[in-house]
Every structure is written in structure tokens, then in C-alpha cells.
């Protein structure tokens, strides 16, 4: 019946006079769509694997690359705290040498895993990247900050940026385990600490477990490199100690107390990262204690003053190098080089837009990529390390997936106080748009290049052939002819490295290559080519000391002289 208002005019009933049709569920389209999405960006991971991979070939393999894979097959091999080992001054122990040995046991002991493992390694730098640069915007939004940051890192440069970002175990590989940290912290952090005007509602809390995920993260990465007390957990525990004193200083005298409370956020997190430090510290004197291997000491020390300006000029090029800027070669790779100081004019914009207001920035993980750009950069140009060619950039690696994460965070959210959005602009009008897609497809194109040229062997193949073929199977050298060598001979030569004095060598090696009582070893090879990489001859005492050997070769650079005696057992004078 009709239901009558008050007014006594009838109205019509609700029901419907006849059964409507359900309209198809629009679930399996949106299933579609995602799997589709899904297909596409594994089929994207694939491709870059693959072209990274065939980057990292362009570039010579060396003996700091061949020591990896024998630490990491000895590891394999059941020396997981590698008793006997000399190290560098970095370990490495918890990232790189578990993902070369997992490699080794997948595919066995060759030259070319390192090069597979430096691609799967900056494969990983790339997605965290383009994850940590969505943040927690969802939608369309997020797309402009995935693909400025992708954009940015997508095309490694020839040469320099090969080495430092896809061959050289250096520290792009600690950003790894660094972004999944910040990715942590971002997910769980308060509205308050995310870019204004493009967050969604602040989350459920997440409990204790946040600062204990962090914490431990911390610790894990640091056990292997010492440089994320630098880039990780100082400006962690700096820009949580600002943001609580400015919370502290802008609350009124009774609510102070409130304030404190209210960033129990930032104070959890730093005081994570402190913990963090005093256990890495406590797992590597376990390490040491339990008969691990031996560590260097850091190497940094201060340079001159007077040589502070041209350390700069060096770092600037190594900084133009990681971002494919370092103008150089022919024609097409200068082109490419132009076109990547697009990338770089962007990085710095992001970085003076963070720095101008950094007291005030709303975004905790803008700010903590900020402070670990400048720390690394500043702690580095005054020091020894700074005094070498721009491949010593891996000691700063971490500022391109830094700097681009930066860029995509802040250069494509307004944030309040005026600052151009810069996407939002290349969106009024469409040759805008063309220019922003032509830079992209201009750096795919870049990639693109890369991996077309031809790929390299590992150094001193020439060596390992001739003395393969001569049956001369076991000898001494320099470090930079010794385990490239032995490795890239696929086992059929050893040679170990030693001092100009002939003795043993004794960084990213194993003491037990030198006993003469279980090894042997009958010849020695020198090089005489004209740079630090190829040029090596022991003291003129030491080989009088060997006598006069039974056999010489002259095999391009190098002289191999052979011994009917183990070289082992004569000790250097």
C-alpha cells in the first residue's frame, strides 16, 4: 500500500513493481586490471635485470670483485664467520656476501656472478627507490614520484657509473637494507611527519614493534658497513632530536609535557638508532671473539687543507658521474651525458627546496635524505679518500638513490608555503608534458646504449689463457693480477697475492693460501703497464733472494718467471 504523509497526498512505495536485472559485478575487471599491472611491472623488473646486467659486462672485472666471490664461496662452503680471512676496512658480511654465496650455490663459481650480482643488487636500489618515493600517496598521485625518482636512476653512465653502481662492491649495495629501513618509518609515521596535502589518514598505531624493526635493521646493515653510522643512523637520531626540540619550543610552557608525548614517535625511532649502533658494535666483537675474520681499520683520515679544493673538484666529478652527467666519449654518450644534467639541476632543486625550510618540513624521511647527502659528501671531500680518481665515488654512492628518492618526494607534492610543484607545472600545458616524456624516453634511450656495446673480460684474461695452456697452475703476483685470475680462470691457475717484499698480502685474502707447508707455488708475474691497475714488480732484493729462475716468458705486459721450488718456503730479507 501506499505509504501517506502527513499532507494525506499518497506517495509511491519504495519496492519496485518489477524485478531489476543485477548489473555484473565490476570485481573481476578491477582483477584484471591489477594482474595486468602486476605482469607489466615484473616484465619491467625482468627487463632492467637484463639490461643492467649487460651494463655491469662493459666494465673489467677485478681482484676487489674476485676476493668477494672466493670470501662468499668460502662461506658457502661452511667458513660462515670466514676464520682466517684478512678484510678491508668493510666487511660486507650481512649484505653482499650472503647474496654472492646464495648466487655461487644457484650457479656455481665463476667471474661472471659478479657482475649477476651487481645487477640484481642495483635491480633492488631501483625498486626500494621508486617505493620509498611513492611514500603512502596511493592513486595518480603517486605516479609522477615513481617515475621522476625511476627516471633519475634508470641509466647508469659508462664507465665510472658502471663501476661504482653496477660492478664495484661498494656502498650502493647498503642502500638496500638503508631504503627498506625508511620505507619502515615512513609507513608507520604519524600524518605530521609526511608531505602536507597528499597523505592519506594517519594509520592505526603500529605499537612498539616500529622502533624494533627499525633498530634491528639498522644494526644488520651496520654489522656490514661502517658508513651508516654517517648516512643512516646520525641523521635518523639528528632529525628526530630537531623535530621533538621544535615541538618542545613551539608548545607552551603547560603543554609541554603533551608535546613531549606527542612526538613519541621521533624519540622511539632515535633512540632505535642509538641502540642499533652499540649492538652492530657488540655482534662484530662477538664475530672477532668467536674466531671470525680479521678487519682492517678505517681507513679516513684528514688530508692537507691546502688539497680540500681539488678533493672538491674530484667529488663533483665523481657526483656528475653517479647521476650520468660526467661529460665524456663520443658523440652519443656526450648527448646522453647532457641530458642527464636535467637530473641533476632537479636533485639540486629538491635539495635547496628541503634545505630552505628544513627546520619546518613536515616530511621526517625528506629531511633524514637530506642531512645523509650532506654528511656523506662533507665527511668525504677532506679526507684521504677524496685524493684518487672519481672511481673512489662508491664511497658516496648512496647519494643518487638518496637524491633521486628526494626529488620524487618533494619536487611533485605542494607543500605549503609557495613552492612550485613541478609536475603540476609540466602538466598546464602539453609541450610541457612532451618535454618531460622525451627526457624519459631519452634516458631509456641512454640504457639503451649501454647495454648494446659489447661486453669486456675480466682483467688479465691474456694472463689466465697463456697459463693455462703452459700448465703453470700455481704462483704469486700483485693484488690486482692474483685472484681476478684465479677466478676468472675458472680454478684451473691460482695465483696469490703478495707484497713487493714478497710477503703475503694480506687484504681480502685467507692466511692458509700462504702456507708452504699445504701450497705451493712456482712462479711469479710481473706487469709492466703504465697505471696503478696495471703495473707491478717486487723489490729488486727480494727476487735476488729467489735466485735465478729456471724458465722466463714474455706474454704481452707481463713476465712470468717459473722456479723449479715452492716460492712459498723463502721468506722475504
Known amino acids: 500500500m501506499a505509504a501517506v504523509p502527513r499532507s494525506g497526498a499518497p506517495e509511491k512505495s519504495a519496492a519496485p513493481s518489477r524485478p531489476v536485472r543485477d548489473r555484473p559485478s565490476a570485481a573481476p575487471a578491477i582483477m584484471r586490471r591489477r594482474l595486468l599491472a602486476a605482469a607489466a611491472a615484473a616484465a619491467g623488473v625482468v627487463l632492467l635485470f637484463v639490461g643492467y646486467l649487460q651494463l655491469s659486462r662493459t666494465y673489467t672485472e677485478n681482484s676487489d670483485s674476485a676476493n668477494i666471490l672466493l670470501m662468499s664461496w668460502d662461506m658457502l662452503h661452511g667458513n660462515v664467520l670466514l676464520h682466517g680471512w684478512y678484510l ?15 648466487l655461487e ?15 640484481m643488487t642495483y635491480t633492488l636500489v631501483l625498486i626500494f627507490a621508486v617505493l620509498l618515493a611513492r611514500g603512502r600517496v596511493r592513486g595518480r598521485a603517486a605516479w609522477p614520484r615513481m617515475a621522476l625518482t625511476g627516471t633519475l636512476m634508470v641509466a647508469p653512465q659508462l664507465g665510472v657509473g658502471v663501476f661504482v653502481l653496477l660492478l664495484s662492491v661498494g656502498h650502493i649495495g647498503t642502500a638496500v637494507p638503508l631504503m627498506l629501513t625508511w620505507l619502515v618509518i615512513d609507513w608507520a609515521a604519524p600524518r605530521r611527519c609526511l608531505p602536507g596535502g597528499s597523505t592519506p589518514p594517519d594509520p592505526p598505531a603500529r605499537g612498539w614493534f616500529i622502533p624494533v624493526i627499525v633498530g634491528l635493521l639498522l644494526t644488520w646493515v651496520l654489522v656490514a658497513d661502517p658508513l651508516v653510522l654517517v648516512v643512516g643512523i646520525v641523521p635518523l637520531v639528528a632529525v628526530c632530536a630537531l623535530r621533538v626540540l621544535r615541538a618542545l619550543w613551539s608548545a607552551r610552557r603547560p603543554d609541554r609535557r603533551a608535546a613531549l608525548q606527542a612526538s613519541w614517535y621521533e624519540v622511539s625511532l632515535a633512540a632505535a638508532a642509538i641502540l642499533a649502533y652499540g649492538l652492530a658494535a657488540l655482534v662484530n666483537r662477538l664475530l672477532s671473539a668467536s674466531g671470525g675474520f680479521i678487519l682492517h681499520p678505517l681507513g679516513y683520515q684528514l688530508a692537507p687543507v691546502h688539497t680540500w679544493a681539488h678533493h672538491a673538484w674530484v667529488t663533483g666529478e665523481g657526483l656528475l658521474a653517479l647521476f650520468g652527467a660526467k661529460p665524456q666519449g663520443p658523440a652519443p654518450e656526450l648527448a646522453f651525458a647532457l641530458l642527464h644534467l636535467a637530473g641533476v639541476v632537479l636533485v639540486a632543486w629538491a635539495i635547496c627546496r628541503v634545505a630552505r625550510r628544513f627546520l619546518s618540513w613536515p616530511d621526517l624521511v625528506s629531511q633524514v635524505l637530506l642531512l645523509a647527502i650532506v654528511l656523506n659528501v662533507l665527511v668525504y ?9 672519481d672511481l673512489n665515488a662508491r664511497e658516496f654512492a648512496v647519494v643518487l638513490p638518496f637524491g633521486a628518492v628526494l626529488a ?24 610541457r608534458a612532451g618535454l618531460a616524456t622525451a627526457l624519459t624516453a631519452g634516458y631509456l634511450a641512454s640504457l639503451g646504449y649501454g647495454a648494446a656495446q659489447a661486453s669486456v673480460p675480466p682483467a688479465n684474461a691474456q694472463l689466465a689463457t697463456f697459463l693455462a695452456e703452459h700448465h703453470l697452475t700455481n704462483g704469486i703476483s700483485g693484488y690486482w693480477m692474483s685472484s681476478i685470475v684465479t677466478v676468472g680462470s675458472d680454478g684451473a691457475v691460482t695465483i696469490r697475492a703478495v707484497q713487493s717484499s714478497l710477503r703475503p698480502y694480506l687484504w681480502e685474502t685467507k692466511g692458509s693460501w700462504y702456507d708452504p707447508a699445504a701450497q705451493r707455488a712456482t712462479f711469479l708475474v710481473t706487469e709492466n703497464g703504465s697505471d696503478y691497475f696495471s703495473h707491478w714488480k717486487p723489490s729488486a732484493s727480494a727476487l735476488a733472494a729467489l735466485g735465478p729462475p729456471a724458465r722466463t716468458y714474455h706474454v704481452g705486459p707481463y713476465t712470468v718467471l717459473v722456479w723449479n721450488k715452492n716460492l712459498l718456503t723463502f721468506p722475504a730479507p
Open 88 to 102: 678491508s676496512d668493510v666487511s660486507f658480511y650481512s649484505t653482499e656476501l650472503p647474496q654472492y654465496a646464495m
Open 105 to 119: 650455490g644457484l650457479l656455481g663459481l665463476h667471474a661472471d656472478i659478479a657482475h649477476i650480482a651487481a645487477a
Open 381 to 389: 671531500i677532506p679526507s684521504t679518500l677524496a685524493n684518487a680518481t
Open 408 to 431: 620524487g618526494r618533494t619536487l611533485t607534492t605542494r607543500v605549503p608555503g609557495g613552492e612550485i610543484d613541478v609536475l603540476g607545472w609540466l602538466r598546464r600545458r602539453r609541450w
